[in-house]
């Protein structure tokens, strides 16, 4: 199969979707209070790329 990915052929029926996991990719919930005027910012922000709040606050932090 190694030889297969490294020809570049298809290896797809190798592969289980349902059984992948992204390593180091865990997640845990945290709560952060912001002000109104942060929120207003954050969201005009993440309208430009058309992201979630979320998505903004994770890739700045990350």
């Known amino acids: ?3 297969k990915f490294d020809d570049g052929e ?3 029926e190798a592969l289980s979707p349902s059984r992948a996991r992204r ?3 865990s997640q845990r919930r945290g709560n952060v209070d912001f002000p109104v005027w942060m929120i ?5 922000e ?3 790329p058309g992201v979630t709040r979320q998505s903004i606050i994770e890739v700045w932090l990350a």
């Open 46 to 48: 993440a309208s430009r």
């Open 23 to 25: 390593p180091n990719q």
């Open 40 to 44: 207003e910012s954050l969201d005009k």
């Open 10 to 12: 298809d290896v797809s």
């Open 1 to 3: 199969m190694i030889k």
